[in-house]
């Protein structure tokens, strides 16, 4: 029995080290952008996990706006105003409702707010507080969700509404405890609601994902921006490698909570000594990840001599090239570079990019090559009956270039080239 116990305990710690191993591949195969959401959410339900809050060098006023940190924007208040009304059934208003409503719709200030009481409102308009109500609680039900609201704290509940959230403590904390969030009294406001900082901070991460200004214009132009994971500087061949996850130091085992649980005054210490592991681990694992992503940039940078940064094109490389100079195997600088940027003083680009892919029986042929070769068949074309995607495939293979038509879309898409159909649209207007 004593050996039978032995053997499943050792069976069990390889089953361990082996899901340790799993998830250091998935850290090495996240973004920066992706760690930071992991840690925080580490952060929300792990009590050993401390985030450092950065210095503002500023004090805080005694009442703030929660949200004041935000960006401003630019309003277009006629795009705004004539997508209100287009989401409006006219016909089911009266006159004297139309003009209410017309009257609201001016009185939207530039967050999405009306700040103007029902009483002021029916007594400018002249007519009853029951119109104006009335008015007022259809404009609330349009989009975008919480416009028309009155307050930070209507615009926030009207959202949670939507979202189908009835947690009586989240909504009791948005109708009146905003300011003492934005203030970081965590604690104050776990203990004076009888609840954990933990659930406190979840409920934080959930709010900050609310809308507090609904008025930012709906036909803006959304802008997406590359957030690079790995920065390049320098030059010739004196490059310097960083990073881009300097908040990672933010992060660290709490010092407060280890010292009371190093003196045995915790309950149940086994669940609290898996937290401190589970901290370490991931800190630990994170910190290996760091090495790595260097390692594989630094390979990539004695593989590509000075071309980094020159305007010159990058040379061709295969995975196998970094994999052999790093003494790793060719899955692990995958994982590594996955959807991760790399910014470099010539520019910009997905990692996975700068390697050849194997585009073609028996040879490797950069992306760069074959979105080449596309634009050349698309620029020959015949505008009247343009190529399609699937078509593409065709004539690739014809060429000896095996690609799936999703590829082909995916580079199209890179090009800035249309659909064959959107092509064909505008050849005919």
Not at 85 to 100: G, M, R, T
Not at 270 to 286: C, G, N, P, T
Not at 361 to 387: H, L, Y
Request: glycine share 4%; hydrophobic share 35%.
């Amino acid at each position: 029995m004593k050996l039978e116990h032995v053997h499943r305990q050792q069976m069990m710690q390889k089953q361990i080290l082996s899901l340790q191993q799993i998830e250091s591949l998935h850290l090495l195969s996240l973004t920066n952008v992706e760690i930071g959401e992991l840690l925080q959410k580490e952060f929300e339900d792990n009590l050993l996990l401390e985030k450092l809050e950065q210095p503002t060098g500023t004090q805080q006023s005694q009442h703030v706006d929660p949200w004041c940190c935000q960006d401003q924007y630019d309003y277009n208040y006629a795009d705004l105003k004539q997508f209100v009304w287009e989401q409006l059934d006219l016909h089911k208003y009266s006159d004297i409702e139309l003009q209410v409503i017309q009257f609201l719709i001016g009185c939207l200030d530039e967050q999405g707010y009306v700040r103007e009481k029902p009483e002021e409102v029916a007594a400018l308009i002249r007519t009853s507080e029951d119109i104006v109500h009335r008015c007022l609680n259809d404009l609330r039900e349009l989009e975008p969700v919480g416009i028309f609201s009155d307050s930070l704290s209507m615009c926030l509940l009207r959202q949670l509404d939507v979202l189908g959230v009835k947690d009586e403590i989240m909504r009791l904390i948005v109708e009146h405890y905003l300011q003492e969030l934005a203030d970081g009294q965590i604690g104050q406001l776990a203990r004076r609601l009888g609840i954990s900082t933990s659930q406190i901070r979840k409920y934080l991460a959930l709010i900050e994902k609310l809308n507090p200004r609904p008025g930012i214009p709906i036909h803006k132009e959304v802008v997406h921006y590359v957030i690079p994971d790995i920065i390049v500087t320098g030059q010739g061949v004196q490059l310097t490698i960083q990073l881009n996850d300097k908040w990672i130091e933010n992060y660290q085992l709490n010092a407060n909570y280890l010292r009371v649980l190093t003196q045995g005054n915790l309950e149940s210490s086994e669940y609290w000594d898996m937290q401190r592991k589970r901290v370490s681990f991931l800190l630990s694992a994170i910190e290996k990840r760091r090495r790595t992503l260097i390692r594989i940039t630094q390979a990539i940078i004695e593989l590509q001599g000075g071309e980094l940064a020159s305007r010159n094109a990058l040379k061709p490389m295969i995975l196998k090239h970094v994999a052999e100079t790093l003494n790793v195997d060719r899955s692990t600088v995958s994982r590594a570079i996955k959807n991760k940027y790399i910014q470099y003083p010539n520019g910009a680009m997905l990692m996975k990019d700068m390697f050849m892919a194997p585009l073609r029986r028996d040879e490797e042929i950069s992306s760069t090559d074959i979105k080449q070769v596309i634009a050349e068949m698309i620029a020959s074309e015949n505008r009247n009956k343009p190529f399609s995607d699937s078509q593409l495939v065709d004539m690739l293979k014809h060429k000896q270039y095996y690609i799936s038509r999703r590829c082909v879309s995916k580079y199209r898409e890179e090009l800035g080239i249309k659909s064959s159909f959107e092509r064909k649209y505008d050849e005919m207007k």
